[in-house]
């Protein structure tokens, strides 16, 4: 389902030193929309930070993805534009919804213009609904399925940065080099005690391909170090118990040894005691 019409929405902002400001619903499709602006002193600037949200996350259906076009655009109350962001293509759906509350970017102003009336204009160029989970999409600059959007922006999420040195321009080695990540990622969240050591190798190789490529990936050889730690104590302790085995064994047998010996040793001289009798 495509709606094809471009969609203004256009909000007041009396002053922007507010910690936070939130703007009214608006309907786009069949889902309700808010812009979410807040503002941040860096560097002797003024920071302005607005992000596009579903203004009722749980309304997303699951299963379906909404792909969403649009840029921001800031005036000043006499209606002189100020800045134009550059125009963003974002997902939206109940899985990536529920750890990102929004998609959007920053912009910087001189910081006159924190206690100035603004006005904040947002733009939705496209909006496409699809339902289609095998069909590629570029996601932060890696052609990916909508199945992996989950796991995928998991890791943008938790390890922000990690791509910053990955500098393949070949799309198809990108989402070679993604599949790859995603498929170590997970093996090491497996138990640990279902790990074999083909498994540990083949991560140990991946990880430096990886890291070689440019990804920074100091978490998972974390990961990786402690699973490999804790499969080495566990052999030592297997070879420890063998080893306590074994040392038990021959102790025993020395033990076995040693009572035969002394029996022999007790009869032999028993012996000697009769016949020394004899001859006395």
Known sequence: ??????????????????????????????YEWV???????????????????????ESLRPGFIIRVSFFFVMLN????????????????????CDEAKGWGCYESLPLEFETNKIILKLEI?????????NEMIEFNGFQIHYSQIEPVNSLFLDHRGFTHNFRLKNKLLKTTYMNVLLALVETLNKPQHSLTETELSNARSDLVELTEAGFKLNWLKTMLDEVSFDGNKGNFADHGSQVEQHIKEKVEA???????????????????HLRNEKID
């Open 254 to 272: 020395a033990r076995d040894w040693l009572e035969g010996a002394i029996h022999s040793w007790k009869g032999h001289l028993g012996f000697v």
């Open 35 to 57: 812009v979410d602006v807040y503002s941040k002193e860096e560097d002797h600037k003024l920071n302005v930070y607005h992000f596009l949200m579903v203004a009722n996350p």
């Open 1 to 30: 389902m495509e709606d094809q019409n471009q969609t203004s929405f256009t909000f007041m902002i009396d002053n922007l030193s507010d910690k936070r400001i939130e703007s009214p619903k608006f309907l786009n499709g069949s």
């Open 77 to 96: 109350q006499s209606g002189k534009e100020l800045y134009r962001t550059k125009e963003m293509c974002k997902l939206f759906c109940d899985k990536v």
């Open 125 to 133: 160029v496209k909006v496409v609904e699809v339902v289609d989970w």
